[in-house]
């Protein structure tokens, strides 16, 4: 994509806000084209879509295509595509940081917000955009500061989230009653940039506080967002494998569709109005639950405890054994299966290639031992009969790696999950009220009206 401006920044009245222009206006030019579509949609209303079941009533909404979501869409035997791209072909197409070898969050980002690939010189501006807003106010840091270590990262990170609320340029705008509809989307945009800059910050004080480290805290407007969140969690400046895992762990997590917690909280929330810090907030807490946010911690427990349990020398022939005696004593497999997907989750694919590549990661016995489990647990589990899909998601091996790298708190594995997928749910955010999206009202039947209805089947 060629530069539209300069790379600058625009400051805000309420309060200093800087955003990259070129940002903006790409957002700001694909809105009509975006307008356009959405009101041909709109007036076919009544065009079927699929018909309802029970199942997906009383089932979690499962497979039930209610709700619109643009950058994201997730199929059973293809995996995650970001408007039509596969992962493989971001990492090949995105830019990528200045060190290292992977893509930058901030490309996603674009991306996301743009559908269009930015060039190096927009996203490294992107980059020193972001660093520059990245302080933390300080009633927030304030507030982080004095919570008990004891306290769950998640719950700190949503209410760190919440609590920039206060400077949140879109419920200023509302409550000031001057803003058209139209333009919801522009201090939603500038909330967006706010709270990505921030969500570094705020992960990297939590992990000090929770850990009794050294609390300074300072962003480079040189470094892009994964690198001045390694420096400030404190990892040395030449771990550049581990910032390079971050780059495409958050990445690649950015975005999976909207009908996961996190990513349905958000756009449920925003649809009240909510700004994107309540929104984001409620987001978070979905995600700190442990049939969401939580798997990759309890999928590296499982492998941690299967080590322990297993010769030294391991083959293939343990570790059916051990999924065997535990499938047996009716116990689950971390890290298998997953809602949408029935083929292996190519983020699971991507990690697995990452650390393929690097000598002291495949020579890890944990990493060994996760990527002999990929072979081994499908055909068990196939075997067992009760699983719809064998094959393992990402959270099987993201654990592993980062645990590697020497982040060994497992409680704060969401957290980094909780920096990542901030890059789907906001760009849904500002999209949402660039197209108008109404309040989400779906229709609730009793137990008794379900009875009823079954009864007259």
Known sequence: MRSLLPSSRLIRSAGVRHSSTDLKKAVADAIPGRREIFKEVKAK??????????????????????????????????????????????????????????????????????????????VHALSRDLAAQGELPAHTRAMLDSLPKTLHPMTQMAMAVASLNHDSAFEQAYSAGKLKKADYWEPAFDDTLSIIAK??????????????????????????????????????????????????????????EGGNVSAHTSHLVGSALSDPMLSYSAALLGLAGPLHGLAAQEALRFVLEMQKAIPENFGKDDIENYLWSKLNAGQVIPGYGHGVLRVFDPRFETLQDW?????????????????????????????????????PNVDATSGVLLYHHGLTDFNFYTVVFGVSRALGCLTQYVWSRALGLPIERPKSLSLDDLHKLVKSS
């Open 199 to 256: 969500l570094p910050t705020i992960a990297a004080v939590i992990y000090k506080n929770v850990h009794g480290l050294d609390t300074t805290i300072s962003l480079s407007s040189d470094l892009d967002l994964c690198s001045n969140m390694a420096k400030m969690m404190g990892w040395p400046e030449q771990d550049t494998d581990f910032v390079d895992l971050l780059r495409l762990y958050i990445a690649i997590h950015g975005d999976h």
């Open 355 to 391: 650390g393929n590549t690097k000598e002291k990661v495949s020579a890890n016995p944990a990493y060994r031992l996760v990527r002999m489990l990929s072979e081994v647990a499908p055909g068990v589990l196939t075997t067992h009969g009760k699983t719809k899909n064998p094959y």
């Open 45 to 122: 209303g009544d065009t079927p879509v699929q018909q309802t079941t029970v199942a997906n009533v009383i089932g979690g909404m499962r497979g039930l295509k209610a709700m619109q979501w643009d950058a994201s869409v997730l199929d059973a035997n293809s995996g995650i595509r970001f408007y039509g791209l596969t992962i493989k072909e971001c990492l090949e197409k995105l830019p990528k940081g200045k060190t290292g070898t992977e893509i930058l969050p901030e490309s996603m980002l674009w991306f996301l917000l743009t559908r269009q690939i930015p060039s190096d010189a927009q």
